[in-house]
């Protein structure tokens, strides 16, 4: 089946850039996406990007999408510790209304 | 404007009940998914409705979970018995679904723990 791929963990100290890749395996993806999920929440929709972009930019969030390497990345500016949370990529597939997560990455802000 | 509402937002069981969740998606939209976090097997993918029908049941567990929606505005997710094994939180997550892939809104998980 199809598979979305992510590293478990991220530390950066406060101020700092993050950068939270993700690897896809399906070519017909047509829109990608990155929840964020806080302690004891749900998953919140962060922002997608649709397959036909290669970046998209939201306030302190970055989006870059290599398509051809089937590469996603959330670069977010100026971290603060209240971006610590765990950030799941999800990829919808053409024709399909199922989203595939990865594992999720826990990113942890050093104040 | 309400997101997709979950109850109860906390299950505490022994084994052996049986356990109702219930989800309320977002007015409007004509998709439903329940999903389950565990730590280690991620979130899963148990069943999908689209326009109160099941399209796709294939993550169910067992037999034990079964999952409905009676209407556009109300599904029930079901085990019984209920195993310790059961153990995680339970996402329902809504989308408008036409040609193409939409956004899913989650709500906000009911936590279960089976004794």
């Known amino acids: 089946g199809e598979d979305v791929e992510q590293s478990l963990f991220l530390s950066v100290r406060e101020g700092d850039s993050s950068v939270i890749n993700c690897t896809y395996t399906?070519?017909?993806?047509?829109?990608l996406y990155w929840y964020k999920q806080e302690p004891g929440a749900g998953l919140q929709l962060l922002t997608y990007?649709?397959?036909?972009?290669d970046m998209k930019q939201d306030q302190r969030l970055t989006v870059l999408l290599n398509k051809k390497d089937k590469h996603l990345s959330l670069r977010i500016a100026d971290t603060q510790t209240g971006d610590s949370a765990i950030y799941f990529c999800?990829?919808?597939?053409?024709?399909?209304?199922?989203?595939?997560f990865g594992k999720g990455t826990k990113l942890s802000v050093i104040p | 404007d309400a997101g997709v509402i979950q109850s109860p937002r906390h299950e505490v069981t022994e084994m052996g009940q049986e356990v109702t969740l219930r989800c309320k998606p977002i007015s409007g939209h004509n998709s439903l998914f329940w999903y389950r976090q565990t730590m280690m097997r991620g979130l899963e993918l148990l069943i999908y409705f689209n326009n109160n029908v099941p399209i796709d049941d294939s993550g169910m567990p067992e037999d034990r979970f079964s999952a409905k929606m009676p209407n556009a505005s109300f599904s029930t997710l079901k085990i019984q018995p209920s195993e310790p094994r059961d153990s995680a939180v339970y996402f329902c997550?809504?989308?408008?679904?036409?040609?193409?892939?939409?956004?899913?809104?989650f709500g906000p998980g009911t936590r279960l723990l089976v004794l």
């Open positions: 999800a990829d919808g597939g053409a024709g399909s209304y199922q989203l595939t």
């Open positions: 990007i649709f397959s036909n972009m």
């Open positions: 997550a809504s989308s408008w679904a036409g040609r193409t892939q939409e956004t899913q809104y």
């Open positions: 399906d070519s017909s993806s047509t829109y």
